[in-house]
């Protein structure tokens, strides 16, 4: 007859950062794969930068490694890896405007898109209407049209699945303002998509929308 | 409920972490409101697009070159 197992609580990043610690790169090389892609999809979003989000994916794993000392265990190693990919970010954005101050509160003062306007119905499933490239633009395009400090809040909780107090710790933020930004970027978003995606009356009308092809605004 | 209280608390809804008695006010609010229910179905929508489609694919090999570049400058870091 088994027994009940108690349930560990632990997270798996735990024992291989002990593991780091004791020296095994191996443990390391394992968290290296397990999240390059999506801190590189953050830094990407962050700088709109192909050769600076390589550049910071690469800095803050360096960066993570030599202080992995400092990190106390009191938040995920994710949440604390993405924190440094994000101030990496920032700071490369800032070179690249020769140092002009940047930060998460960029752009943030702005009230489009906190009150919905378009409530037109969506036709269903709208992304079949689109091939692939063309998705993939209309949704770069929208994305890249938020201000910075609500795309990288949407990015880390909608599709990085960070939970708002996890999106919070990561971007130095209050959870009031993560929940703000959250709600207006999810907002602006959607309103933004609407123009692609709402049901039309006829043929020829989704022939000219699917027509905008890779011209799409945002 | 109004369309402004539903609208305040529209991520709640979304992420599901609504007190049962709102969430029946919520329901008898959609039933009546058309573009609430729009906004709310067109929301959610949004996120499962951008979940489901990645805009900035890493090729494998590129992937494979940061990989290594990492692992080597960690080897001679410590």
Known sequence: MSTIQPISEEHPDVALVERVRAGDLSAYD???RKYERQLFRIAQHITQN????EDVMQDAFLKAYEKLDQFQGNSKFYTWLVRIAVNESLMRLRKRRTGKLVSMDEDVQTDEGSVPRDFADWAPNPEQNFNQSELAEILKKTIQGLPQGFRVV????????????????????????VKSRLLRARLQLRERLSRYFKRTTSAASQAQ??????GVEA | MTCTEFLAILDDVIDESIAAKTRAEIEVHLRKCGHCEVVLD??????????CHEIYELPTEVSERLHVAIMAKCSKAK
């Open chain 2, 42 to 51: 067109t929301t959610r929508k949004t996120i499962e697009i951008f979940r």
């Open chain 1, 209 to 214: 929308v699917s027509a905008k092809g890779n």
């Open chain 1, 154 to 177: 949407f990015v880390l909780r909608d599709v990085d699945g960070l939970s708002t107090e996890e999106t919070a710790e990561a971007l130095g933020l209050s959870v009031p303002a």
């Open chain 1, 30 to 32: 394992t968290l290296v």
């Open chain 1, 50 to 53: 192909r050769e600076d989000a």
